[in-house]
């Protein structure tokens, strides 16, 4: 399969829990990006990682990357119902340009 | 213009009949993607320009599918002799000059496909 793997593939939360996704993926990477889908439409950037990178931070969101596990995890804290989505990550495959994204994650917060 | 347009927004098609999906990608961007989401799954590669080298086209699924793109500028996918399989989310993106550099792509809002 070109696509990476997500787990959950489905998280129903209270607002104002943490969301925690994990993706893994199977080739070496340039970066891995995370986006947010809603309603089945465009997605939209939320957060890029580089493979030398181990954390990153953004607002309410944690990345945090495992080149050895070839995994990586977004952390959404203090959710919100606005933040009822699905999430996927994309990896750049080294010496590509070529962007592959994993299954996704749908997220239902509950106010 | 400000975004990535696509057109049409949806498109109901009979079996057998070929179909164009087009993409506007943001003014100067060198880089194009298309990529198919069918109901409830993820995103599947089919195509990327960049600039003016050779598409990358390892993910077009059948040579039913086609993409051509003049220039830097818009890009055509066309499906020909559409099956039922063919129906899905046809989303296009770009980016300033490929993802290479940690740049981002940005989408389009897609254009839904249905083939009966």
């Known amino acids: 399969s070109q696509q990476g793997e997500e787990d959950p593939q489905a998280l129903s939360i209270q607002e104002g829990e943490n969301a925690t996704m994990n993706c893994s993926y199977k080739t070496s990477i340039n970066n891995l990006q995370w986006y947010r889908q809603n309603s089945g439409r465009g997605l939209v950037h939320l957060i890029l990682?580089?493979?030398?990178?181990r954390e990153k931070h953004s607002g309410r969101l944690r990345v945090t990357l495992d080149t050895s596990k070839k995994s990586s995890s977004l952390l959404i804290t203090a959710s919100r119902a606005a933040d009822t989505a699905s999430y996927f990550c994309?990896?750049?495959?080294?010496?590509?340009?070529?962007?592959?994204f994993g299954t996704g994650t749908r997220l239902q917060v509950f106010p | 213009g400000a975004g990535v347009s696509q057109s049409p927004s949806n498109k109901v098609t009979e079996k057998g009949k070929d179909v164009e999906l087009r993409c506007d990608p943001i003014?100067?961007?060198?880089?194009l993607y298309w990529y198919r989401q069918r109901l409830g799954q993820g995103l599947e590669f089919l195509i990327y320009?960049?600039?003016?080298?050779?598409?990358?086209k390892s993910g077009l699924p059948s040579d039913r599918f086609s993409a051509e793109r003049t220039g830097e500028s818009v890009s055509t996918l066309t499906i020909q002799r559409t099956q039922q399989e063919d129906s899905a989310v046809y989303l296009c993106?770009?980016?300033?000059?490929?993802?290479?550099?940690?740049?981002?792509?940005?989408f389009g809002e897609g254009s839904w496909l249905t083939v009966v």
């Open positions: 990682i580089r493979s030398n990178e």
């Open positions: 994309a990896t750049l495959r080294l010496n590509t340009d070529k962007l592959i």
């Open positions: 993106a770009s980016s300033p000059s490929g993802t290479g550099v940690g740049n981002t792509i940005y």
């Open positions: 003014s100067g961007h060198t880089a």
């Open positions: 320009f960049q600039g003016n080298s050779a598409p990358d």
